[in-house]
């Protein structure tokens, strides 16, 4: 198998958290006394790969290290599918190394090769390692028809909720009512041979 990997190279890819998403991971992080790992739903658009939101899975964790529960996982994935949710989407692993750096240890590297779907399309992950100071590194691995990682993927956060628009839009709709005006009437009249103009139940306005 042939490896391309990149590091800090210039590409077209962005990766983009919703607020929701950035504010999910930045809570995770904190209120674990150590490390702490979980999933996320990532839409394509374009060059864009979209955080939209992420899931907590059951695990032990320590300070160095975090393992998420296998039958967790299966029951999310089920979960996603009965709330009419692609669970294809489900393409990011996040986790957190504590109090110390990020970087992709022999472990994190382990638990990315088990992303492999072996299949040929469509078959990429995204991943996520952050710490408690907030910093973050961010790859993306191809599986197939290349084995590709591209790691230190530049990203930004979108403060435009979708979900919470969809909300506020039904909500106006609901409570505020359009004021509907009335057109005025144009008043009809008539213009006379000796130049007289005559509006109905009005005098006569001479020319």
Known sequence: MVLLQAHNMTTNILVLFTIKALMKLQSYVA????????????????????????????????????????????????????????????????????????????????TIEDWNQEREDNNWFLSVVTNKRGDMKVRIDVFSPFRIILDDLPWKFDLFDSELDKQIAEEVKQKVKTKKWKPLRTPKFNISSKGHITIPNERQIPN
């Open 31 to 110: 209120h674990a006394d150590g490390e702490i790992s979980g999933m996320g739903l990532v839409e394509k658009q374009g060059n864009k790969l979209i955080i939209q939101d992420l899931y907590l899975i059951e695990q032990e964790s320590g300070q160095a290290d975090t393992k998420m529960d296998g039958q967790a996982l299966a029951k999310l994935y089920d979960q996603l599918s009965q709330q009419g949710i692609d669970e294809s989407k489900l393409k990011l692993w996040w986790h957190s190394h504590g109090d110390i750096g990020v970087c992709w240890s022999g472990t994190d590297e382990a």
